[in-house]
């Protein structure tokens, strides 16, 4: 069974940073583990994703500002925020991504929140 447990989020000022944690159970270590965030009145979107190898993907607007990292012996994946703005304000999700053959199976963390204000 997996289990994704988040923490890290807060309530900062525009500019500063947090970094997020998110602990694995359960996982392959060939699984996609990445995060999303949603605001409110939003749709969840797709943040930064690093597969097994350490290869990172990151949505265009958080480049530069935000980094993802994974400790696959800890099966641990980080997201540093850093140069945060008012619009960065959302609930962060864990994910962690696999194909099963035809299908795309998704776990999700419970979400924590961070506000940034101005």
């Known amino acids: 069974q997996v289990q994704l447990v988040e923490s890290g989020g807060g309530l900062v000022h525009a500019g500063e940073s947090l970094r997020l944690s998110c602990a694995a159970s359960g996982i392959f270590r060939s699984d996609v583990m990445g995060w999303y965030r949603q605001a409110a009145g939003k749709q969840r979107e797709l943040v930064a994703q690093i597969d097994s190898g350490g290869n990172p993907w990151l949505e265009s607007s958080v480049k530069g500002r935000f980094a993802i990292s994974r400790d696959n012996a800890k099966n641990t994946v980080y997201l540093q925020v850093s140069s945060l703005k008012p619009e960065d304000t959302a609930v962060y999700y864990c994910?962690?991504?696999?194909?099963?053959?035809?299908?795309?199976?998704?776990?999700w963390g419970q979400g924590t929140q961070v506000t940034v204000s101005s």
């Open positions: 994910n962690v991504w696999r194909r099963d053959g035809d299908s795309n199976i998704n776990y």
